[in-house]
């Protein structure tokens, strides 16, 4: 078994970005081989590896069919190149980087894009 452990930083929370980014660490114990796997009896049983490759290949299917369905009714996916609010939403997360507060970063990227809020 090998312990591991790693850090991350969460930025945006429940589809809001954080005033300030909190960092966090999570640590987990991995197998270090099938012999360990076998030897703690955690290994799937051949009920359970279906049961996950019939989620996965479900899940995939799903996401390729709203793609396909998103594509045949015209909607694109927003990017920098094709969405103004976009552009706009990124230049804002690039002020606040810099420290401005949400109202100062608002502002500034609607005048260095020339770009209003939709909102």
Do not use: C
Request: charged share 30%; no cysteine.
């Amino acid at each position: 078994m090998v312990h591991q452990t790693k850090t991350a930083v969460a930025r945006t929370a429940y589809g809001k970005t954080l005033d300030t980014p909190i960092s966090y660490s999570f640590e987990w114990d991995e197998f270090s081989g099938k012999d360990e796997l076998i030897a703690a009896k955690q290994e799937l049983t051949l009920e359970e590896q279906l049961k996950v490759r019939a989620t996965e290949a479900q899940n995939n299917a799903r996401q390729k069919a709203l793609t396909a369905a998103l594509d045949a009714a015209g909607i694109v996916k927003p990017n920098i190149e094709n969405d103004p609010q976009f552009r706009l939403r990124k230049m804002f997360d690039l002020f606040k980087a810099n420290g401005l507060s949400d109202n100062d970063a608002r502002t500034a990227a609607s005048n260095a894009l020339t770009i209003d809020w939709e909102d």
